[in-house]
């Protein structure tokens, strides 16, 4: 798909979109948790569900965080941020496995809600600042969404 979309697609724009995208998998898993603690029978459906939606996620944010690092690190820093790109990830995933820690609290719809506002919040944002990044970073040439046709 970005090979056929070329350059109509941004960095940014595809951050933006990986981020709503992990937020819509978390409002199923949200649902499907909803439905779990009501005692109502959930099928793996869901949980395949939240699988393909995170995963089409994932395929917008890590090509396109790892072309990223390589392209606007100074060639003296490139294995450092690089290493930090991979660094980040333990970091997001350490911090994940502490915040599970709020289910003894927080029943898991609720959980799973939260996690996905904050998601979708981010890709907002993102989104309102797509324009601006694509100038940091030299990719103003590139349109942010696909011409239509």
């Known amino acids: 798909m970005f090979l056929k ?7 940014p724009l595809k951050f933006a979109v990986g981020l709503v995208c992990v937020g819509v ?5 949200s649902v499907a948790a ?18 393909l939606i995170q995963t089409v996620g994932e ?10 690092t390589n392209k606007l690190a100074p060639r003296a820093f490139e294995n450092q941020l690089m290493g930090l ?12 496995g502490q915040a599970y820690r709020l289910t003894t609290v927080v029943p898991m719809p609720v959980y799973y809600l939260v996690l996905a506002l904050a998601a979708i919040a981010a890709g907002l944002v993102m989104l309102l600042f797509v324009r601006r990044l694509r100038t940091l970073m030299a990719e103003h040439h ?4 696909p011409a239509p046709g």
Do not use: Q
Request: charged content about 5%; proline content about 4%; cysteine-free.
């Open 59 to 68: 395929l917008f944010l890590s090509p396109a965080g790892l072309s990223v």
């Open 85 to 96: 790109w991979f660094l980040s990830m333990a970091l997001g995933d350490s911090v994940g």
């Open 5 to 11: 979309a070329g350059t109509r697609i941004s960095t």
């Open 142 to 145: 590139m349109p942010s969404v």
């Open 34 to 51: 909803g439905a779990a603690s009501g005692g109502v029978k959930v099928s793996i459906m869901w949980l395949l569900s939240v699988y």
């Open 25 to 29: 998998s978390f409002v199923v898993m």
